[in-house]
């Protein structure tokens, strides 16, 4: 290898692409884990990306007619047991509730007391509590749609846990839907799908394939999952958010009847739909580099920081007052509906500001010396760029220009992303040719891998179970956007009318 | 007693004030029980103002310097038993994780598996979870104040239950933050009370009182607690929200310490303050009538309702044309800060639709019908005047208007809480008069009594108990803006620099 670039997390990428991971949250103060097993703490960084997501989340889904509501933490076992498929998925992995209070044991530490007549799970999803309100709410096809979403925490006690890409506690929001037709829920799963596409790859600059998942890997309870899937930095693939056709499943378990306009009675239709805290895992592992995370300007915890640099005292007054003007001139600017979110470092800590800035990802470091001022410029280093590449810009013309700067980083994010997720995507045939693929080079490095082969499949479980149990390999996706032409299964070699996403996964 | 008007909520409030509460919430729609005992649905029309009240104060921690961040819902049993107090205050009534998935029984039936090593429980409130990722974050003077905000929902497993007021799961905001000194931590106690008050008043149109809780009725752990009190229509007293200062009581227990600027180490000063789900309770409490509830505009769940009046089918595609023209117009209008909240009721369900409006307390209920389109002018009723009080308004003076009549209903509201808490509290000195203002003039009102009384207190818990345990009457809170003047304790007869607060409450 050539020149060694000296870089601010290390690991780098290539070296331990998990390691780095933890590290690179660690550097951007995004997060931490909690001394609750599998739980995590959100600090004000990470938190204000999440809240930058909800709102964005939040306009789309009230423009489609959603409105939002609160239901339980709590579901009674006999809930979950309305649906045989739901309760085998969940089960197995849920924080269960049996006490409700705590006493004084025999050595002076308390131990749990006032058992409960009936356990109670913490909600790892809400279609059954929901389902049951749903069932109340619905008389007559007038009543009808309901579409309702939740902002909410959900428990899922896993075992390998992993900062905001797999947490017993995650946040998430939940849509509920009901309708009088299959069509009218189906196009409403298409719907969610569609906003999901659409916050992903023009806020989060995250590229995703659309499609189906295969039986196997389908909702617990779902007819039909569909999704967005995504390609990290190691190629590996994130399901980034879900959007589930559930027929009249829910509807059967909980009793969600209406009154036909032909006064008949029927079974609703239902959807539900979610995205969660996972996107920002799946943010970091696409656009974060060696020194830290990159964050997509649409979504940004902030937009810029201003850094005044004050070498001597007398300076101060007039360098605060500049920045200040300047913070203030920027707020007052619009950017996708919101004020520009303004940062200003003004701690008196030296030269590492800046540094600690890029590994927290913003978008824009701006500083500001007494030398700028007298030329009424201002010292801009982009994230996007390397970070010894800053200029000098004319202050009213970086005012004019900063919405269309962010938009400038905001673009080759998306586009960096596109092309290497094209890069690493490939039609494979050959059965040879797709163990190759999947099969790391360097055994140092285990996780390297070719990335997403489409390949043909003929549909049939056991040919996917085969992969999976070879090479940890699985379908991501049945895309929509797919190459409909005749084929063979790469695995079994029977006629196959469609390539799927081949892909290892998070 | 004269005429009897019809009301739509039965029983009224003077015939049952509990029972009226209750079906006034069913009539609004906006909350219901759920199976889960204790814990309620909190449906669109009651969300929507949690998410009006919630924006608003989100705004105004974040003015003042607060960041948003998130917890984990556990905590270790061992965290709750550092601090005695606090672990006295919630041991009692909380919801314990025991085991961590479910298998099948010997009946087929779910029961509990995976026993957890140490239990954990489902937090009633974070001071122990956050005080421990606050014992990381502070290391040096320079990192204060730390000060940090989280929207969660906290579970307190409560006897007995009333919706919105009382729940075992409920929503909330807790602020937590740490400072270098004592006075900066009571300085913040007292900002976030002043935020609460301008909240309450202004925004919920709710008259309170602020002050000190008396020694037994303070937070679990705290060394003060300030408060909101309202005066509720049957002159009970609510708790409408408290701000703790917490000394070096949950530092000490953290761990929290911090270098200081001449590096010597030292506990840092911490404070937590909160409100919830329970000041929707508190407005229907205050604003209400035997016709449903009445929401204050400044956080109403929609401003204005448009109701098309169709009679024939060739009216149908001009009245809705008019209707979505004027809706279009007034989402354009802002109404602190935010656009005008508008609902088109088009359902075909004939003249009920007015009736449900108020009773959902919308302020604005306007009727379109072909007559009106003809003189270019709407039927407007507003919630504050009797439901048949309803006059034509030209069409642009309406659109002209609409922010000044909304401010107009905001100042009625509060100015007839302001009177009816006024005139609902009452000095008294005498001890038999404190007793027969207390006590219900009528059995068959047993909840009607006299309402705040401002008297002597010496300052004893024994006298406090006395009076607990003989009228059920507590001190609410020692006033701010109370009257300081010398006198004789309403119990004891001993000296009192000052009058407290006395009232039954919720």
């Known amino acids: 290898m050539g020149k060694q670039a000296k870089t601010a997390i290390k690991p780098t990428r290539e070296e331990n692409y998990p390691e780095w991971y933890q590290e690179v949250i660690k550097a951007s103060d995004m997060a931490e884990i909690s001394p609750v097993r599998g739980c995590m703490v959100i600090k004000p960084w990470g938190y204000a990306l999440w809240e930058n997501i909800s709102r964005v989340l939040d306009d789309k889904f009230k423009a489609t007619g959603v409105k939002n509501a609160y239901f339980p933490l709590f579901i009674p076992i006999n809930f979950l047991e309305k649906e045989a498929a739901h309760v085998e998925g969940f089960a197995k992995e849920c924080a269960v509730v049996t006490h409700h209070r705590l006493e004084q044991g025999e050595d002076g530490r308390l131990v749990p007391a006032g058992k409960l007549a009936e356990p109670l799970i913490v909600r790892p999803t809400s279609e059954t509590i929901i389902g049951d309100s749903f069932s109340k709410w619905v008389k007559s096809y007038r009543d009808l749609p309901i579409l309702i979403n939740q902002w909410a925490n959900v428990v899922r006690w896993e ?63 779902a007819e039909t999952t569909t999704c967005i899937e995504a390609m990290m930095q190691d190629r590996k693939a994130l399901q980034a958010g879900t959007s589930h056709f559930l027929g009249q499943n829910f509807a059967k378990a909980s009793d969600i009847k209406f009154q036909s306009a032909s006064e008949v009675e029927k079974y609703g239709w ?6 969660s805290t996972r996107l920002i895992g799946g943010l970091i592992m696409t656009h ?3 020194n830290g995370v990159i964050m997509p300007p649409r979504v940004a915890s902030a937009h810029v920081v201003l850094i005044p640099i004050i070498r001597k005292d007398k300076d101060k007054n007039m360098v605060m007052d500049y920045t200040n003007e300047l913070a203030d001139r920027l707020r007052g600017l619009s950017y996708y509906g919101y004020p520009v979110r303004v940062e200003i470092d003004d701690r008196d800590i030296g030269g590492a500001k800046s540094w600690e800035w890029i590994k927290k990802g913003i978008p824009l470091r701006v500083e500001i010396g007494p030398k700028d ?23 009213d013309t970086f005012v004019n220009e900063i919405c269309n700067i962010l938009d400038e980083i ?45 390949s043909h499949w003929c549909g049939d479980g056991e040919c996917e179970k085969k992969i999976k149990e070879r090479l940890n390999v699985t379908i991501r996706c049945i895309p929509y956007d797919g190459q409909n032409e005749d084929g063979e299964c790469i695995e079994c070699g029977k006629d196959s009318p469609k390539r799927v996403v081949f892909a290892k996964a998070y």
Do not use: C
């Open 410 to 454: 905001q673009t080759t994010l998306f586009q960096n992303a596109l092309a290497y997720q094209k890069k690493h995507t490939r039609n494979i045939d050959d059965k040879n040719a797709f163990d190759a693929f999947f099969t790391p080079k360097n055994k140092e490095h285990p996780e390297i891998h070719g990335g997403f082969a489409m």
């Open 373 to 395: 001022i007298a030329s009424d410029s201002v010292f801009v280093g982009r994230r996007d760029k390397d970070a010894r590449d800053k200029s000098a810009i004319n202050k």
């Open 159 to 221: 075992m390998r846990t992993r900062i905001f890409l797999r947490t017993s506690e995650f946040l998430w929001q939940e849509g509920h839907t009901v309708h009088a037709t299959k069509e009218e829920a189906e196009e409403r799963t298409q719907m969610m799908l569609e906003v999901y596409k659409k916050m992903a790859e023009e806020y989060l600059a995250i590229p995703v394939i659309t499609g189906e998942k295969s039986e196997s890997e389908k909702f617990p309870g």
């Open 288 to 290: 974060s580099d060696d």
């Open 270 to 275: 239902t959807t539900s739909w979610g995205v």
